[in-house]
């Protein structure tokens, strides 16, 4: 999604247009599938709910992506996904400081938790920090790909650089409130179709501020269609309400620790399908990145087998206490 993205952007396409239509289109392709999978779910959608998806809406649609497109249109597409692979951290972070997240010095799975996110973190660096020598190589180089990181040499790397950590700040934040949400109204395909709508209103008013050109919110039939359309119904649709769905069981923290799996599967797919060589950072930082993965994992298994006793037995405690 990174590299076509950065070449859409590269022919033209502005970032505030595509933010609009991808989250309307979004919203068509998710609605039906509230309305069919939670028509019959009575849960009371308060005016606290309503602030939340509005909320949620300005997090993600237009801070996030807006800054991240921004962001990648003045770096490059491999320095985006470094900086994109700081989301578990600051995620988890954020979760600890809201208490969403328990963390104990003391215990094993607190310090497995901890530090499986900073091996995972630092083996996404690496993939895309260090290269090297080659271990297999490809037969060429793709054009899109190469055409992706071309004209980004000039570009001012230091503005670039702050819009990415605001907009990974802006995607923690909306990770972490939607885990709130849910747990109030636990309507995954409500609360996406919902968000998909609020950020497409929200993100009409910012685009219509900075594009006043006609031509910047004309598409047609080629590469920024199928951006548009790809990111809409995979990394908007199905991506949220799947995610929603994991949250509701096991907290942002657990959903953040696997973005740096698609490290993974972009070099898979560059060394079968674009043809790029496999080198040995990228190898040492898959290695990592699994091992750090394996770490967060078994931290909240263990969450999930030892905080429910430890809450059983707090709430023994204290109606042993009290008088009768």
């Not at 594009?211 to 920024?224: C, F, Q, T």
């Not at 199928?226 to 799947?242: D, E, F, H, N, Q």
């Amino acid at each position: 999604m990174t590299i076509v993205a950065k070449f859409a952007l590269n022919e033209g396409m502005s970032p505030f247009t595509f933010v609009v239509y991808r989250h309307i289109l979004a919203a068509v392709v998710v609605s039906p599938f509230a309305w069919f999978f939670e028509r019959k779910k009575r849960v009371q959608l308060t005016y606290s709910i309503v602030l939340k998806i509005i909320a949620l809406g300005l997090l993600e649609p237009v801070l996030d992506q807006n800054l991240y497109y921004l962001g990648m249109k003045k770096t490059s597409a491999a320095f985006t996904a470094a900086m994109s692979n700081l989301l578990p951290a600051i995620t988890f972070v954020m979760a600890w400081v809201l208490r969403l997240e328990r963390v104990s010095w003391n215990e094993k799975r607190s310090l497995a938790k901890v530090i499986g996110t900073t091996v995972s973190v630092s083996g996404a660096m690496v993939m895309t920090l260090y290269k090297g020598p080659l271990i297999l190589r490809g037969s060429s180089i793709s054009k899109l790909n190469r055409e992706a990181e071309t004209g980004t040499s000039s570009r001012d790397f230091v503005k670039g650089s702050l819009f990415l950590i605001f907009a990974c700040s802006s995607w923690s934040g909306f990770m972490i409130l939607q885990a709130i949400t849910l747990r109030d109204y636990p309507l995954e395909f409500t609360v996406t179709a919902m968000t998909c709508l609020s950020g497409a209103a929200l993100g009409a008013v910012s685009a219509l501020v900075k594009e006043r050109n006609a031509a910047a919110w004309k598409i047609g039939w080629d590469l920024k269609l199928v951006t548009v359309a790809y990111s809409a119904v995979v990394c908007s649709g199905l991506a949220w309400c799947l995610q929603g769905s994991v949250m509701k069981r096991r907290g942002p923290v657990f959903v953040t620790a696997f973005s740096p799996l698609s490290m993974i599967v972009v070099a898979i797919v560059g060394l079968f399908f674009l043809a790029e060589d496999l080198l040995l950072g990228r190898l040492i930082g898959a290695v990592l990145i699994m091992s750090g993965l394996y770490m967060v994992v078994w931290g909240k298994r263990q969450d999930q087998r030892v905080l429910p006793q430890e809450e059983k037995g707090t709430v023994e405690l204290t109606a042993g206490g009290v008088d009768p």
